[in-house]
């Protein structure tokens, strides 16, 4: 990846602008040296977790009852889910028939706004645990500011348009603010922002929900839920016939997924940003306003959440209603599967989209639980917390006297160079490297 | 990780709320008829054994919660540990009795529960001690794995994400009054941690663990046990927590959304932190959070339509204000970091 943004910047010629130049080559190349390991602790831990997830599904099966196993083994019993066939059936039924694909890039879709959400905190040294709220009070904005707007816009194309952005920005703006909370708790009160956004999202379920059966209920309906959007203000399918996609937020998303690259690796705010998620301490000495830093990234980070939450009425639902699936959550392992990289938000959000719709086929055509997907969630991130244990194995693989060498290269030459130029070409090459890094 | 005396005001809160149930206890087990009893009408007998009921859960998971970020690992999981027990604890007393378990079918399946939480304690802590993992990431993982797992092993055993019902422990029967088991256990565990942390050896290894892991391995003690065995213990608190609440009081598990756990673990971490590492002052904490949600439930029941989501965020609140305002606690010095022997 090429994240040595800051070339430009090489006139050593005061202090500030030595400093800047420094750290950024020093970002960059931590950056550079871990994107290439990143990447192969991300295949890893999908591969173990599969693996994993094939021993549960195997465990499940012998659990369960069913008229035709497909394994039976006397003295032990009968295993009811063939894993390979299980894995097959999800690949297959994310994209086939039509309607699964539309559906798979409907998740994938959503899930570019959660990760990338995700990753913008990380990046800034911030861990967002909130977005599955701030995501859930920005559909609630959509939906009221929507609701509220349309009788007096004309029911047209142009009118339709008014709305949905008028929807994506009332979304973002309150997924923003809800973010710049639990920033400005850790920068002004020094309140851990793990625990509190956490809290927050809890607080935001309990608001939107008291909100809508109290004040905004629809009188139609006996569940709890908003009225639904008028029709021409929803997100229109373009090539598939589906009541859930539209083509039009897929690109949208992609944009945004550029804009948001190009944030982080083209501007100063996303020099600064960057800084002070690898090198608080640095980035403070370098002028950098550590704490409104800390409110202004969770604030772009709420408002990516917020905006998913505005296309999730805008294309999804069409109203604001309880139960809104957990893309918040799902958005934290999308954006650790991508490393925190903007662009690695796109495949790690197909690819969970693509397990989500898949989990859907294998609960329809071989009753294995959907929940199947959770499991796989939450193992994936389990396995990418621990690339020390990646290493290990490949020591343990016979690949060890290779490792210890450059471990021990790495040991002494600092943990910012010891990146896996060398070992690349095996899973193993997935060094101890910036565990810490920007990570935390 | 600024450094702060433990603030006045959280100690005397803990202090008060300690104080208030010792009270409220005493005059409702010796002067059932006195007049105190009357005047605290609302806060009767019944309401605190509710109180005492809903606090297991959070207590259980406080207590446990302490011993490992004392010892040095930040146990962000608790949510998933009661997930996983309170899962656990239905699954086997509803297998091995065929839907109808006996009281020691219950136990049976209690116990299994806590082992179930143990051993996914010992999971997080070979993930975080051996392989060196972000604790805080392996910790939301296993959450997330607990939050996965649960509902998919409930559809695989009957169907559907939630178990059907089975019965809850007898009370325990006692000279002049009765007792919930799982509450016994809370009101017993609390001093009983309290003394292990305060007086004992293994309690100041564990602070040392957690403060000065280069000054416990000096003296020689292995800071991986110490470590481990506060992780373990975090798992069986949070075992007893959990299958205390599925079948001392629910009598179900619950898969649906967030679980039946419905962010309990959560509210147990901000308890501890509230109580500053105190077991007493973390039951302090528990009680005053489950107190907020007994008066919700009994409000209710005396037909005001207060919402219970709005009631229900109030423990949440609470924990931002206090987090952002009353007290910074400080949490232990090497809590996170990872410890690497010197000789090695």
Same mark, same amino acid.
């Given at each position: %990846?090429?994240?040595?943004?800051?070339?430009?910047?090489?006139?050593?010629?005061?202090?500030?602008?030595?400093?800047?130049?420094?750290?950024?080559? =020093?970002?960059?190349?931590?950056?550079?040296?871990?994107?290439?390991?990143?990447?192969?602790?991300?295949?890893?831990?999908?591969?173990?977790?599969?693996?994993?997830?094939?021993?549960?599904?195997?465990?499940?099966?012998?659990?369960?009852?069913?008229?035709?196993?497909?394994?039976?083994?006397?003295?032990?019993?009968?295993?009811?889910?063939?894993?390979?066939?299980?894995?097959?059936? %999800?690949?297959?039924?994310?994209?086939?028939?039509?309607?699964?694909?539309?559906?798979?890039?409907?998740?994938?879709?959503?899930?570019?706004?959660?990760?990338?959400?995700?990753?913008?905190?990380?990046?800034?040294? *911030?861990?967002?645990?909130?977005?599955?709220?701030?995501? !859930?009070?920005?559909?609630?904005?959509?939906?009221?500011?929507?609701?509220?707007? =349309?009788?007096?816009?004309?029911?047209?194309?142009?009118?339709?348009?008014?709305?949905?952005?008028?929807?994506?920005?009332?979304?973002?703006?309150?997924?923003?603010?809800?973010?710049?909370?639990?920033?400005?708790?850790?920068?002004?009160?020094?309140?851990?922002?793990?625990?509190?956004?956490? $809290?927050?999202?809890?607080?935001?379920?309990?608001?939107?929900?008291?909100?809508?059966?109290?004040?905004?209920?629809?009188?139609?309906?006996?569940?709890?839920?908003?009225?639904? @959007?008028?029709?021409?203000?929803?997100?229109?399918?373009?090539?598939?016939?589906?009541?859930?996609?539209?083509?039009?937020?897929?690109?949208?998303?992609?944009?945004?997924?550029?804009?948001?690259?190009?944030?982080?690796?083209?501007?100063?705010?996303?020099?600064?940003?960057?800084?002070?998620?690898?090198?608080?301490?640095?980035?403070?000495?370098?002028?950098?306003?550590?704490?409104?830093? %800390?409110?202004?990234? %969770?604030?772009?980070?709420?408002?990516?959440?917020?905006? &998913?939450?505005?296309?999730?009425?805008?294309?999804?639902?069409?109203?604001?209603?309880?139960?809104?699936?957990?893309?918040?959550?799902?958005?934290?392992?999308?954006?650790?599967?991508?490393?925190?990289?903007?662009?690695?938000?796109?495949?790690?959000?197909?690819?969970?989209?693509?397990?989500?719709?898949?989990?859907?086929?294998?609960?329809?055509?071989?009753?294995?639980?959907?929940?199947?997907?959770?499991? /796989?969630?939450?193992?994936?991130?389990?396995? @990418?917390?621990?690339?020390?244990?990646?290493?290990?194995?490949?020591?343990?693989?016979? /690949?060890?006297?290779?490792?210890?060498?450059?471990?021990?290269?790495?040991?002494?030459? #600092?943990?910012?160079?010891?990146?896996?130029?060398?070992?690349?070409?095996?899973?193993?090459?997935?060094?101890?490297?910036?565990?810490?890094?920007?990570?935390? | $990780?600024?450094?702060?005396?433990?603030?006045?005001?959280?100690?005397?809160?803990?202090?008060?709320?300690?104080?208030?149930?010792?009270?409220? !206890?005493?005059?409702?087990?010796?002067?059932?008829?006195?007049?105190?009893?009357?005047?605290?009408?609302?806060?009767?007998?019944?309401?605190?054994?509710?109180?005492?009921?809903?606090?297991?859960?959070?207590?259980?998971?406080?207590?446990?919660?302490?011993?490992?970020?004392?010892?040095?690992?930040?146990?962000? #999981?608790?949510?998933?540990?009661?997930?996983?027990?309170?899962?656990?604890?239905?699954?086997? +007393?509803?297998?091995?009795? &065929?839907?109808?378990?006996?009281?020691?079918?219950?136990?049976?399946?209690?116990?299994?529960?806590?082992?179930?939480?143990?051993?996914?304690?010992?999971?997080?802590?070979?993930?975080?001690?051996?392989?060196?993992?972000?604790?805080?990431? +392996?910790?939301?993982?296993?959450?997330?794995?607990?939050?996965?797992?649960?509902?998919?092993?409930?559809?695989?055993?009957?169907?559907?994400?939630?178990?059907?019902?089975?019965?809850?422990?007898?009370?325990?029967?006692?000279?002049?009054?009765?007792?919930?088991?799982?509450?016994?256990? *809370?009101?017993?565990?609390?001093?009983?941690?309290?003394?292990?942390?305060?007086?004992?050896?293994?309690?100041?290894?564990?602070?040392?663990?957690?403060?000065?892991?280069?000054?416990?391995?000096?003296?020689?003690?292995?800071?991986?046990?110490?470590?481990?065995?506060?992780?373990?213990?975090?798992?069986?608190?949070?075992?007893?927590?959990?299958?205390?609440?599925?079948?001392?009081?629910?009598?179900?598990?619950?898969?649906?959304?967030?679980?039946?756990?419905?962010?309990?673990?959560?509210?147990?971490?901000?308890?501890?932190?509230?109580?500053?590492?105190?077991?007493? #002052?973390?039951?302090?904490?528990?009680?005053?959070?489950?107190?907020?949600?007994?008066?919700?439930?009994?409000?209710?029941?005396?037909?005001?339509?207060?919402?219970?989501?709005?009631?229900?965020?109030?423990?949440?609140?609470?924990?931002?204000?206090? !987090?952002?305002?009353?007290?910074?606690?400080?949490?232990?010095?090497?809590?996170?970091?990872?410890?690497?022997?010197?000789?090695?």
């Amino acid at each position: %990846m090429s994240d040595s943004s800051g070339d430009g910047r090489d006139t050593p010629s005061d202090d500030s602008e030595s400093w800047q130049d420094r750290a950024d080559r =020093a970002l960059g190349r931590l950056v550079d040296a871990s994107a290439a390991e990143r990447i192969l602790i991300s295949f890893a831990a999908l591969g173990l977790s599969v693996v994993v997830g094939a021993l549960i599904v195997i465990v499940s099966g012998w659990v369960a009852t069913c008229d035709s196993p497909f394994v039976a083994l006397a003295g032990v019993g009968s295993f009811c889910y063939d894993p390979i066939s299980v894995y097959r059936v %999800m690949l297959v039924g994310a994209v086939w028939p039509p309607y699964n694909f539309a559906i798979t890039l409907k998740e994938t879709t959503l899930l570019l706004f959660t990760g990338l959400s995700v990753a913008v905190a990380f990046r800034a040294g *911030m861990f967002n645990i909130g977005t599955q709220g701030q995501l !859930l009070l920005g559909a609630l904005g959509t939906a009221l500011s929507v609701l509220w707007v =349309a009788p007096f816009v004309p029911v047209s194309v142009l009118g339709g348009l008014l709305l949905i952005a008028i929807g994506l920005l009332v979304g973002a703006l309150i997924g923003g603010l809800w973010g710049a909370l639990p920033g400005a708790l850790k920068a002004y009160a020094d309140a851990n922002e793990v625990i509190t956004t956490i $809290m927050l999202n809890f607080v935001a379920t309990g608001i939107a929900f008291t909100l809508v059966s109290e004040v905004f209920k629809d009188p139609q309906s006996q569940t709890v839920q908003t009225r639904s @959007i008028p029709a021409f203000a929803q997100l229109q399918a373009v090539f598939f016939d589906s009541t859930v996609f539209s083509t039009f937020a897929l690109v949208g998303a992609l944009a945004l997924v550029g804009g948001v690259y190009w944030m982080l690796n083209g501007t100063s705010f996303g020099f600064d940003l960057r800084t002070s998620g690898v090198q608080p301490d640095a980035a403070e000495y370098g002028g950098v306003d550590s704490k409104r830093m %800390m409110v202004s990234s %969770m604030t772009v980070s709420g408002a990516l959440a917020g905006l &998913g939450g505005a296309v999730y009425v805008l294309m999804v639902a069409s109203r604001w209603q309880t139960g809104i699936p957990s893309l918040g959550f799902d958005g934290i392992t999308v954006s650790i599967l991508a490393g925190n990289n903007p662009l690695g938000v796109i495949p790690a959000a197909l690819l969970f989209g693509a397990l989500k719709t898949g989990s859907l086929a294998i609960e329809f055509q071989l009753a294995v639980p959907k929940e199947l997907v959770g499991v /796989l969630r939450g193992l994936i991130i389990l396995f @990418i917390a621990m690339p020390e244990f990646f290493r290990m194995v490949g020591a343990r693989l016979g /690949l060890g006297d290779e490792r210890r060498t450059v471990a021990a290269d790495g040991g002494e030459t #600092g943990r910012a160079n010891d990146g896996g130029s060398e070992t690349d070409e095996t899973t193993d090459g997935t060094t101890v490297g910036d565990e810490g890094g920007d990570e935390r | $990780m600024s450094y702060a005396e433990p603030s006045r005001k959280q100690r005397w809160l803990a202090g008060a709320a300690v104080l208030i149930v010792a009270a409220l !206890l005493a005059v409702e087990l010796f002067f059932p008829e006195s007049p105190v009893s009357e005047i605290v009408r609302i806060v009767d007998a019944n309401y605190v054994r509710s109180v005492l009921r809903l606090a297991v859960p959070i207590a259980f998971a406080a207590l446990g919660g302490i011993f490992a970020e004392k010892s040095g690992v930040i146990n962000i #999981g608790l949510e998933g540990l009661l997930i996983i027990s309170a899962f656990t604890s239905i699954a086997v +007393a509803g297998t091995i009795s &065929g839907g109808n378990p006996t009281q020691l079918q219950l136990w049976i399946g209690f116990f299994a529960a806590v082992l179930a939480s143990v051993l996914f304690a010992l999971l997080f802590a070979v993930v975080c001690i051996e392989f060196k993992a972000d604790q805080i990431i +392996a910790g939301l993982a296993v959450w997330l794995i607990a939050l996965g797992v649960a509902p998919f092993a409930s559809k695989v055993i009957w169907g559907q994400v939630n178990s059907p019902p089975v019965a809850t422990l007898n009370n325990f029967d006692f000279v002049v009054f009765e007792a919930n088991p799982p509450v016994v256990m *809370m009101l017993i565990s609390v001093p009983a941690a309290w003394w292990a942390l305060n007086r004992t050896a293994f309690g100041r290894w564990i602070e040392a663990s957690g403060e000065n892991p280069k000054a416990l391995d000096t003296v020689g003690v292995d800071v991986r046990k110490v470590r481990y065995s506060g992780v373990l213990l975090s798992g069986f608190f949070s075992g007893l927590g959990g299958a205390g609440l599925a079948l001392g009081r629910v009598g179900q598990f619950i898969g649906g959304g967030e679980t039946m756990i419905s962010g309990r673990g959560w509210i147990g971490i901000t308890a501890y932190l509230f109580g500053n590492y105190n077991p007493l #002052g973390a039951f302090g904490a528990s009680f005053l959070f489950a107190s907020l949600d007994a008066l919700q439930i009994r409000l209710q029941q005396l037909g005001y339509s207060i919402p219970s989501e709005l009631i229900g965020i109030i423990p949440y609140v609470t924990v931002i204000v206090v !987090l952002a305002f009353v007290g910074r606690t400080r949490i232990p010095d090497a809590a996170g970091d990872h410890y690497e022997s010197g000789e090695e």
